[in-house]
């Protein structure tokens, strides 16, 4: 690629001669990778892609920091997913192993409202708030403020190795090794207490695996972000694949307004626009361009639409004094309709959104619901098989059963087991005592096991099996549970 | 050889020269970053034979400059296991049972630990559930031929039933009729009469004349009433649970030929840990004293 910077004295827009590397003429499946070198731009989905990259990285970074109180037996960090104890914390909400459900239900939701804003508006997710993108754009930030801008940094990268060159490289690379150890080091901090991992980290006391996992992440966003960059999305990702199926003539995609482009060509000042297009073959969005395409090729599988063509042409359409939008968000429909003359309405409401729309309002519910009428009390039962019931030297019949009590709450509580539907039944329990009720305390946010004995009279059964109601009553608060099972004796 | 490269006209490719039937391989090679892999994976080989276990020999292997094994990597993962159940394991040695029992924490140890050396020792012959089966006792319940105290039940465990340990549970129930020292006619009624103790008459001649037979011969041990005698680990012969089967035939059976249950002394067999596990274990099923 030549850096010949044409310049036509005549025009306000410098033209750059580049070529769309990732072109498909361009591209081969044996060729060496040939760099981008994006170009600086500035507009409003540039200015967007700050904001979101600002509130991105400041929710990764910022999240694990933030506090919650649970009352003295729980963490008070507000997200944590605490690995050894088997929990998962999110602000009010805890999530038990036998709950992940929800984390389920969460990424059907997350994968419909994918499915529903790339079907309005492209792909939306790709070009502003996947981490790819925005930890690659932070990356690129950095090449350029350490670098230069575009010019500047292929000069550099064709140079030979002068001192200046290495210490422009040293500096670049370290600065992107710092990101990404920062990166790998706010990871862990989803999984332990944030402030004393924060200090064990640094006292070189913190476990094995936080290095491990702070390690493999560091060697990840390096490789990834700056590094492989848009080679990630090309090659490796998935999405773009099936995102095309989200496209219809209705979604708002990144285009190229042929019909007003074309003939393109270039423009001296003064010149008539009768007659030719108003695409002045500048190449700005080209050199714009992160993906190393050409959007006026139309749309394309490699391009994440993170709309920097269209700040690019914008800015040079206001210093031609041309109307902007030449590049712009537009729909199938409206362009074929604007190339007749006319103009395509709208329409944000059609089958595919509405059916994605319905799936996010369903799921929504559901959660939301089962998540409302949780009960922060669980009691499982489950009966001795082996032996099914003992016969006992008085004539009595004793079964076994094996209790397991779920405190959710963030005190210990105290409860008393009692049974129904067996008359004469007296319950023990090694350690819990005897008698016609049982108290039994459970820690706070925890599982007991609990082992009893039912004894009753052989007289109370009619058959070989009795029904028994195990009654679990909270003492100090209204939490009543009942769960029914058997009462086993011998055949008769 | 850069003069003889035969280029593909279409694709403008090198060509390997080899052609079948006018077509012709085309020479794409692997890409670098993979061959440097496959390179790597074979220095890699190489290390790996030198340091780990690798070859056959015919009757040994190559044992690698490390010095692994598995068995050795096992064993040191079961050492520290041990090790990280070493205040349990301490606790439990050097406290007495009932301090044991006492103890949540320990309990649910001893419990675990009770449960697995059960399953493993005692299953075979008191079944998995402890339900016992005919001739083995059935430990769940709360008839104890020797005791079901924490103490009775740690010297039944160490010492067993009728070994050749000196301290060993024993007693020894005379053969009534096969050493002739009953009559078949008195031992069917002293049958009649114990079947009786458990509300189980037929014939309350035979059960009166049984009753005398009884006081004459079994009392000793039995007890007034068949009650038993947990010391003599004579059984309760009177609350319908039967070791050997509570038919006529099999009382007769027993008054007859005696029966000499015998059960494993373990002192030698299992550390004193394990044993106390067991014993809390095996009270806990329900009927512990």
């Known amino acids: 690629m030549s850096t010949t910077e044409a310049a036509a004295p005549q025009s306000p827009v410098e033209t750059i001669d580049v070529k769309p590397v990732n072109a498909k003429a361009e591209r081969s499946l044996y060729a060496k990778r040939i760099k981008v070198f994006p170009k600086r731009v500035k507009g409003t989905f540039r200015t967007t892609k ?26 008070d960090q507000a997200i944590l997913l605490d690995f050894p104890a088997r929990r998962f914390y999110f602000f009010f909400i805890e999530i038990w192993p036998q709950e992940i459900y929800y984390v389920t239900g969460l990424l059907i939701l997350a994968a419909l409202t994918l499915f529903l804003v790339t079907s309005v508006a492209g792909r939306v997710w790709c070009g502003y708030s996947c981490p790819q993108t925005v930890w690659t754009d932070l990356f690129i930030t950095i090449e350029r403020w350490i670098e230069g801008d575009r010019n500047a940094r292929m000069r550099l990268d064709k140079a030979t190795w002068t001192k200046d060159k290495i210490v422009k490289r040293v500096v670049k690379h370290l600065i992107w090794l710092l990101v990404a ?60 694949r099936i995102q095309g199926a989200m496209f219809d003539e209705n979604s708002f995609l990144i285009s190229y307004r042929t019909f007003r482009g074309e003939p393109r060509g270039k423009h001296k000042k003064g010149e008539s626009w009768e007659g030719r297009g108003h695409c002045i073959d500048c190449n700005q969005c080209v050199a714009a361009c ?25 800015t040079v359409m206001d210093k031609i004094d041309l109307p902007r939008g030449l590049i712009a968000y537009e729909t199938d429909r409206n362009l074929a309709a604007e190339a007749q003359g006319s103009h395509a309405r709208i329409r944000l409401i059609r089958p595919r959104t509405i059916i994605y729309a319905t799936g996010i309002v369903l799921v929504g519910l559901v959660m939301l619901a089962t998540l409302l009428t949780r009960s922060d009390l669980d009691v499982n039962v489950l009966r001795d098989r082996n032996p099914l019931f003992v016969t006992l030297s008085d004539g009595n019949l004793r079964n076994g059963y094996t209790i397991k009590i779920l405190n959710k709450q963030y ?31 459970v820690e706070p946010d925890n599982l007991r096991s609990i082992r009893l004995f039912v004894t009753a009279p052989a007289s109370e059964m009619t058959s070989e099996s009795h029904p028994l109601t195990f009654v679990i009553q909270d003492q100090s608060g209204p939490g009543r549970v009942t769960s029914e099972t058997t009462f086993r004796g011998p055949e008769r | 050889m850069a003069e003889n490269k035969d280029i593909d006209s279409i694709t403008g490719v090198e060509t390997t020269g080899h052609e079948w039937d006018g077509i012709k391989e085309l020479n794409n090679p692997l890409p670098k970053w993979w061959l440097y892999v496959l390179y790597a994976c074979i220095v890699w080989a190489f290390c790996y034979w030198i340091a780990m276990p690798a070859w056959p020999l015919v009757s ?71 339900q016992g089966f005919t001739g083995y006792p059935n430990l769940n319940d709360d008839d104890w031929l020797w005791g079901g105290t924490l103490d009775d039940i740690h010297h039944t465990i160490n010492y067993g039933i009728r070994t050749d340990h000196e301290d060993t549970r024993v007693n020894d129930m005379p053969a009534f009729g096969r050493d002739e020292i009953l009559s078949r006619e008195e031992i069917a009624d002293v049958a009649d009469y114990v079947l009786s103790l458990s509300g189980q008459t037929e014939n309350p001649e035979a059960v009166e004349r049984g009753a005398q037979i009884f006081e004459d011969n079994c009392v000793a041990c ?20 039967w070791l050997y089967g ?38 806990s099923l329900g009927g512990g004293q």
């Not at chain 1, 064990?200 to 960059?229: H, S």
């Not at chain 2, 007034?224 to 649970?241: F, K, R, S, V």
């Open chain 1, 50 to 75: 700050w904001f979101v990259m600002a509130i991105t990285l400041g929710i990764y970074y910022g999240a694990p920091w933030l506090r919650w109180d649970r009352g003295e037996h729980l963490p």
């Open chain 1, 181 to 240: 150890v920062a990166t790998g080091g706010a990871w862990v901090f989803y999984f332990a207490d944030a402030p004393t991992l924060a200090g064990q980290l640094l006292a070189f006391e913190a476990p094995l695996i936080a290095y491990i996992f702070i390690a493999v992440f560091t060697a990840t966003t390096y490789l990834l972000g700056g590094l492989a960059r848009e080679q990630v999305c090309t090659y490796m990702c998935p999405w773009p």
């Open chain 1, 290 to 314: 992160p993906m190393g395409i050409d959007i006026r090729d139309g749309p394309q599988l490699e391009c994440i639409q993170c709309a920097l063509c269209i700040d690019a042409c914008n």
């Open chain 1, 411 to 441: 005190d210990t509580r105290h409860f008393v087991i009692s049974t129904e539907g067996l008359p004469g039944a007296e319950l023990s329990g090694v350690g819990l005592g005897e008698g016609k009720e049982l108290d039994v305390a």
């Open chain 2, 60 to 130: 040994s292997y190559t044992k690698g400059v490390l010095g692994y094994t598995n068995r050795t990597a096992v064993a040191a993962s079961l050492e520290r296991a041990s090790a990280n159940q070493a205040a349990y394991r301490d606790a439990i040695r050097t406290k007495p049972l009932d301090e044991i029992l006492a103890d949540p924490s320990l309990l649910e140890f001893a419990l675990a630990g009770g449960r697995a050396s059960f399953g493993d020792n005692c299953a075979p012959c008191h079944g998995s559930g402890a």
């Open chain 2, 222 to 241: 039995h007890g007034e009433g068949g009650t038993g005698i947990q010391e003599l680990g004579a059984p309760n012969l009177a609350n319908g649970l």
């Open chain 2, 246 to 283: 509570g038919d006529r035939a099999d009382v007769i059976d027993s008054i007859s030929n005696s029966r000499r249950g015998v059960m494993p002394h373990w002192i030698d067999r299992l550390d004193e840990n394990t044993i106390k596990q067991l014993v809390i274990y095996v009270h």
